[in-house]
């Protein structure tokens, strides 16, 4: 799926990234702690930082006054780099970011308003603090891109760097699993449809009329995150929506005239032009999801249960259903295997897995296939039924080249990286002009040069 291909979608990101959230603006006296280049670094930044990575739980390994500000510092490295190398950050990639984001927020904390009083700040601001993140992350993560993509591993690298490890460091493999899934969208009633659809026709109506306002309408209404931008969603090609959405938004000429209702697998849409630049459009959408009887996610988990009985009396293969009856359509082309998003293989930890695949896990061998159960689908935001099959259970143990050597060249890879970018900083900071202010000092730092 990729709804990054229409930005809609649910994200998969950590509270704790807020602990990078930029400090409110600073007063004349706020207390300058660094100076790089031409750029200070406040008390205040160091301050709200440090608070926001306890509260998250974030660990800090040292002295919170030194490792923070030299954090800070060699950022500021970084986004000089960039104005040098002229790298601009997409923007409708750094909004696609803060909405999945917020979607996150929103999704995990309960609503809008338990967001506000966790952050204790209005929506607005925090969303305007999540831009200038994104911001800056996009621009630092291009830098260090550009500085490391040399490095490339080849066999006799990884074995030379895996011989290199002492014993003790040689890194333990937690056990692990490979497992097929096949999922069942439960159905919606259609009179929920035609009820969705009436709503949408009317807000169409009353904008067309004048009578509304798309983006008043869309913060009242909509079910995506971008509600709270009044429905906008930036500037975007075709490629970057999914296809049912694309082929109406692109042929949108009247920013007066509200579209058609447009069905795609994440709910049903209206959609209004704001502007067109070459090959790219910036619109603005309302999203309303039919919702679903709790007896249809029954039936749709009964259908499954049949299924599994079918499969385990040898009627089919679990190969086969996954192909012919799952409606995930991130596996049902590969026989229903499970790939981990985070490392791109099909092995995955425990805790990587949904957590309703987890449970069902835990309690079976390879092989087995569970009883059909009730899963939340977050990149659709859905209940769908599912039955998973145990493929293989890799028991845990100290990394070897024969089993492990995608991660081990991985590591090697972060390894050679790692040592570009220190040796990179470091020659920076002999060319910067820095300054550490009087209580700021002693301190242990990661990189050297710093004190002059």
Known sequence: MKLSKILLATGACALAGLS?????????????AWVVGDEAIFRSDIEEMYSQMRSEGIPIEGDPYCVIPEQMAVEKLYLHQAKIDTIEPPESQVLSQVDRRLNYFIANLGSKEKVEQYFRKPLPQLREQLIEVMRNNYIVEQVKSNLTKDVKATPRDVRRYYDSL???????????????????NPSVQRQEVEDVKARLRDYADRVNR????????AIMYSEDGSAMQGGELGFHGKADFVPEFSNVAFNLNDPKKVSRIVETEFGFHIIQLIEKRGEQINVRHILLRPKVAPEDVKNAVARLDS????????KFTFDEAARYVSQDKDTRNNKGQMVNMQTGSTRFEMQDLPPEVALQIEKMQPGDISEPFVMKDQQRNRDVAAIVRLSARIDGHKATMQEDYSMLKGMYENYAADGILRDWIEKKIKETHVRIEDGWLPCEFKYQGWIK
């Open 20 to 32: 990078l959230i930029a400090a409110p603006k600073k007063n004349v006296v706020d207390e300058v």
């Open 166 to 184: 002492p014993e003790d460091s040689i890194p333990y493999v937690p056990m692990q699993v490979e497992a097929q899934i096949i999922t069942l």
């Open 210 to 217: 004048g009578e509304a306002d798309f983006s008043t309408l």
């Open 307 to 314: 299924l599994g009985k079918e499969i385990k009396a040898g």
